[in-house]
């Protein structure tokens, strides 16, 4: 059995990733918590039966104890990523970080250096590489169904309820406070272009801007929050009355820990995710594209829109024998081929847990890469490092209007001003 530490008890950090020792006691064990909210840090410490002296209000003290476990989960905020990392990497921790690194090019490269100087293993939590859906497309392109692979285009549906929540009253809704939409969102896809593609991305250009959900946009008479009087609670499609009791509902437990009815509609009438849509603090878009050139001519269009009634992931990838046409929320890939003309429908199972189960898959590769001293790893930091520079590059693109290279853009941010060769890149690998 493994030992871990935890910085950061946020949803992902408390709920979904330590939450995989709770229910495999036999694998991991969660033994100290550093989370500046005293609510979440106590309910951590009942939850994994952690002693108070193992418990703090900031990582520092915490990592001054030295190494007290096998591995370090960085669970934090965005632009709060990289010291805690970098300090945990030192001691001699394996580092299971949550995406994004960090907004900044520089110091995603600084972080993953850091990795590679402590001989300690750094693992983004890019979760898709650990889907069942999308392995089974993994196999189907490794194996050569759909011939040579010419284009993809992949949709990320946001869903107007999850763009709602996270994106505009939400925690990622500033890309000052945080990121930028495209990375924090959508490094995932970037990734998993990656994976499924194997080859590494040449340039990237983009567009995209915040449409809707801006002061000018206001129905008239709306008001600073919808339990203020608001008049179009009944025809407002983000009042958050309805939202949080229907679409939204899976994210009631972020808004309020007691998920009582009274207590739920107290944080809404106070707290942010009350707040009108249209006079919120927000800046991020909420639609993009992507246009990506990969090695040997594969080309690959991302779209990213809030504006959909589902969180899915839509993908059409284009191949010289064959084509694959896939659904993520529905575990539907449709495989055609143009010598038979055979369609072949495949429904792919997928355990229960976020992401599809993504997150489990992600504990279960994390604590082998633990329990191997890092032999195992389906995702190399230097992967995860490329997938974030496509993502930066695209919002380069996004606010110059130009075309952006890859290898120039990553030299352009390394503090050598030169971009470094990958090593261990693992692409391709798949198990």
């Not at 990622?172 to 990121?179: A, D, F, K, T």
């Not at 590494?200 to 206001?218: K, Q």
Request: charged share 20%.
């Amino acid at each position: 059995m493994i030992t871990a530490i935890l910085i950061g008890a946020g949803a992902r950090g408390m709920d979904a990733y330590a939450a995989y020792a709770l229910q495999n006691p036999g694998r991991m064990r969660v033994v100290a918590v550093a989370e500046p909210r005293q609510d979440r840090r106590a309910a951590m410490a009942r939850a994994h039966q952690i002693p108070p002296e193992r418990c703090f209000d900031d990582w520092r003290p915490l990592l001054a104890l030295g190494k007290i476990a096998d591995c370090c989960l960085v669970c934090t905020q965005d632009r709060q990523h990289v010291a805690p990392a970098e300090a945990a990497l030192a001691l001699g921790y394996h580092v299971l970080c949550e995406k994004p690194m960090h907004p900044e090019a520089k110091a995603c490269i600084q972080l993953v250096e850091a990795a590679r100087a402590s001989g300690k293993t750094l693992t983004i939590c890019h979760v898709l590489r650990y889907s069942p859906f999308f392995a089974a497309i993994k196999r189907l392109l490794d194996e050569g169904r759909v011939g040579r692979v010419a284009a993809v285009q992949h949709i990320e549906s946001v869903g107007f309820f999850h763009q709602a929540h996270s994106f505009v009253r939400g925690n990622w809704r500033n890309s000052h406070e945080s990121s930028p939409m495209i990375l924090q969102k959508s490094c995932h896809d970037m990734d998993i272009l990656l994976w499924l593609l194997g080859k590494h991305c040449l340039r990237v250009s983009s567009y995209g801007s915040l449409l809707h959900f801006t002061p000018e946009n206001a129905p008239a008479g709306s008001t600073e929050r919808c339990y203020d009087g608001c008049p179009h609670t009944a025809t407002c499609p983000y009042f958050c009355g309805r939202l949080y009791a229907e679409e939204a509902a899976g994210f009631r437990r972020i808004v309020c820990r007691d998920e009582s009815p009274a207590a739920l509609a107290e944080a809404l009438k106070t707290g942010p995710y009350g707040r009108c849509v249209y006079r919120c603090d927000n800046d991020v878009v909420d639609h993009q594209v992507v246009n990506l050139l990969f090695e040997d001519g594969i080309t690959a269009s991302f779209t990213m829109c809030a504006f959909t009634a589902r969180c899915t992931r839509l993908l059409n990838i284009m191949g010289t024998h064959g084509q694959i046409q896939a659904d993520m929320e529905k575990n539907e890939i449709v495989l055609s081929d143009f010598v038979t003309g055979n369609q072949e429908k495949i429904t792919v199972r997928t355990p229960r847990g976020g992401h599809s189960g993504s997150d489990t898959g992600l504990m279960e590769g994390f604590v082998r890469t633990v329990e191997s001293d890092g032999a195992y790893q389906r995702s190399s930091a230097e992967d995860s490092l490329e997938s974030h520079l496509m993502a930066l590059a695209a919002e380069e693109s996004r606010l110059t209007g130009k075309t952006v290279d890859l290898e120039e853009f990553r030299a352009r941010h390394s503090a050598s001003g030169a971009a470094p060769q990958a090593e261990g890149s693992r692409l391709a690998q798949q198990t």
